[in-house]
């Protein structure tokens, strides 16, 4: 029998994420490659892919918001969830644009952004994709030879959406290439096509 000292440890955080795709045929997948920006932008344009969004997980501190991920005391990874088809993506290909995207090798770290945040991650929602992230895992660390991989492969935690400002960013300003489509999660009137 739970306690109410059990019920007032019960950390929400630390739960898996239990979201479910708009569509019961579609699949999330979770990833961390450093700044969730271009590694949002770059999931968008994969076929099959239809939906993407910012945020937060693997952290200790529910609710979290950027200034306080950026601090490095919640241990949050910037993390780009993504809904996709597995009929038209399988997700073997997110893993392929996942090692692509990003060096594995380099721990809290991607170019100038250095934080556990931008850890390099695999957040995983079944067992098929954790034994796919595995193997792919150990099929680049073939090809990388005497560098390692540093990439966590983890169950997905709960999934915090980041601030409105950081979803499709690159598309809303602040970035500089072709326009996001609505189908795939951009909202805003000028800067998204379809």
Not at 42 to 55: D, I, L, M, S
Not at 63 to 86: A, I
């Amino acid at each position: 029998m739970a306690t109410t000292a059990d019920n007032n440890n019960k950390n929400p955080a630390l739960d898996p994420d239990t979201d479910t795709p708009n569509d019961q045929g579609h699949e999330f997948a979770q990833f961390g490659a450093g700044c969730f920006w271009g590694v949002e932008l770059a999931f968008q344009r994969v076929a099959g892919v239809v939906k993407t969004e910012v945020g937060y997980s693997q952290g200790h501190v529910p609710d979290p918001n950027y200034k306080l991920v950026c601090t490095g005391t919640t241990n949050h990874v910037e993390v780009v969830r993504v809904q996709f088809d597995p009929k038209v993506c399988p997700y073997t290909n997110l893993l392929s644009l996942f090692w692509s995207r990003h060096d594995p090798t380099t721990p809290n770290r991607q170019g100038g952004d250095v934080g556990s945040q931008y850890r390099s991650g695999i957040y995983y929602y079944n067992e098929t994709q954790a034994r796919l992230a595995q193997e792919s895992k150990e099929a680049k660390q073939l090809e990388l030879k005497d560098k390692m991989i540093v990439t966590e492969i983890l169950p997905a935690k709960k999934f915090y959406r980041a601030e409105e400002y950081h979803q499709q960013y690159l598309e809303k300003g602040g970035g500089r290439g072709a326009k996001q489509s609505a189908e795939k999660g951009c909202n805003d009137p000028i800067r998204c096509y379809g």
